[in-house]
């Protein structure tokens, strides 16, 4: 169809023949009703249905409007009396759920995007959820739930969602993107990315390990110091701790990031107590294999020090730095001065309320300080084992003699 002409002749004419209906309509009223048949205009009956339809798409429009506001609310009564869990996800999502069932489970279930790196055993803190509203009837968190959100120095609104199972309705927020990484579970962390705090430091050195490794075949010496290795690493991680690295035979672990310096100290000794014990097994284990038994010095002392994650590429991990770190490292030498077994700080035994009193103690001058320094030092460092069973149970007494 051409489009419509606006030039001044058809506007001309345009009016000029409205003009001329005009004057017939007011010469012959009839001559209206002839237009309106000619142009298939609706009679007053249509006009009336027309305006009956219009009414009653309005009545239906609103009855729906009801209908569905009603069906809603019967169905929030229905679960609720049947115990159903609402959560409710960021911009409104809502998902409903049987109690016991987890918010990642939820949102598994009901399709709504949401991270869980290890697939929901509490490893990997990537499903970690803010909680919107009160937390005074969230079921706490376990140990291992509360390790991990330590670990990321998770605030206390904040829960795993892989681990928490609401038992009212409850609103969340996940921190994560659903595509989250395994690294970004702890690259959040404040503590990992940096951060000064009191925690404990462990050095382990096996005595003569020098001399053994000359008499023994490559294979024999790296059997050897992988099983060794295993055990000490082992019971530091039992221990509450965490190996920062192993160096040549050294081993330095770290105690205390997750929590704070009383507990730190107290894991840094029970790790150096597990160690004795567990060399003791290992020496037993290997009696064909070593011409004399392992002998190991550790030193322990508890300070301030800067934590974070620290290297480049694949080399990055957690680890501490700072005069603490080389003070522990020296307390571990002395031990061969004193043919100790463990040295730890005074300050590392009152921190975890330890009474050493029955021990030997000593003043030693440390590199890099100006004050002597005050040791506790040990032959054996399982003798400190009912030392650490008392404290643990609250109250610090004198050692059998
Ligand atoms: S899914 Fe890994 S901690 Fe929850």
Same mark, same amino acid.
């Given at each position: 169809m051409a489009p419509p002409c606006f030039c001044p002749s058809c506007r001309f004419s345009v009016l000029s023949s409205g003009r001329s209906v005009s004057r017939l309509v007011q010469a012959d009223p009839g001559f209206r009703v002839d237009i309106a048949i000619d142009a298939g205009a609706p009679v007053s009956e249509q006009i009336a249905f027309l305006n009956r339809l219009e009414e009653w798409t309005l009545i239906g429009l609103a009855a729906a409007i009801v209908l569905t506001l009603t069906a809603r609310g019967i169905r929030l009564y229905l679960e609720h009396r049947a115990g159903m869990i609402r959560i409710t996800y960021p911009e409104g999502r809502s998902v409903t759920v049987v109690p016991g069932t987890t918010i990642l489970e939820a949102s598994q279930f009901h399709d709504v995007p949401h991270a869980a790196v290890c697939g929901?055993?509490?490893?990997?803190? +990537?499903c970690r959820v803010r909680i919107n509203?009160?937390? &005074?009837n969230l079921p706490p968190p376990d140990e291992s739930e509360t390790k991990v959100l330590r670990r990321v120095g998770a605030a206390p609104d904040v829960r795993l969602a892989c681990q928490l199972s609401p038992v009212e309705d409850i609103s969340v927020t996940p921190l994560l993107p659903p595509n989250a990484s395994p690294r970004d579970g702890f690259a959040k962390s404040a503590a990992m990315q940096g951060q000064e705090q009191e925690i404990a430091i462990l050095f382990a050195d096996i005595r003569g390990f020098t001399t053994f490794s000359e008499q023994k075949l490559p294979y024999d010496v790296v059997f050897v110091l992988n099983r060794y290795f295993r055990s000490m690493g082992e019971a530091i991680e039992q221990a509450g701790g965490r190996v920062d690295k192993f160096i040549g035979d050294g081993i330095m672990a770290l105690f205390g990031i997750d929590g704070n310096s009383r507990d730190g100290a107290r894991a840094g000794l029970a790790a150096a107590v597990k160690m004795s014990e567990r060399l003791d097994e290992l020496n037993s284990l290997l009696k064909a294999d070593l011409s004399q038994p392992l002998r190991i010095g550790i030193g322990v002392h508890a300070g301030p020090a800067i934590v974070g994650e620290m290297g480049y590429g694949p080399a990055i991990s957690v680890t501490a730095i700072g005069d603490t770190v080389n003070t522990s490292s020296r307390l571990e030498a002395k031990t061969k001065d004193f043919g100790a077994q463990l040295i730890v700080s005074q300050h590392l035994a009152d921190l975890a309320e330890i009474d050493t009193s029955a021990f030997r103690h000593e003043q030693i001058e440390v590199r890099g300080r100006r004050e002597p320094m005050s040791i506790v030092v040990f &032959? &054996?460092?399982? +003798?400190l084992q009912a030392q650490m069973g008392k404290a643990a149970a609250g109250k610090a007494v004198q050692p059998a003699d």
């Open positions: 929901g055993r509490g490893r990997c803190s +990537t509203g009160p937390l &005074d &032959d &054996d460092a399982k +003798t």
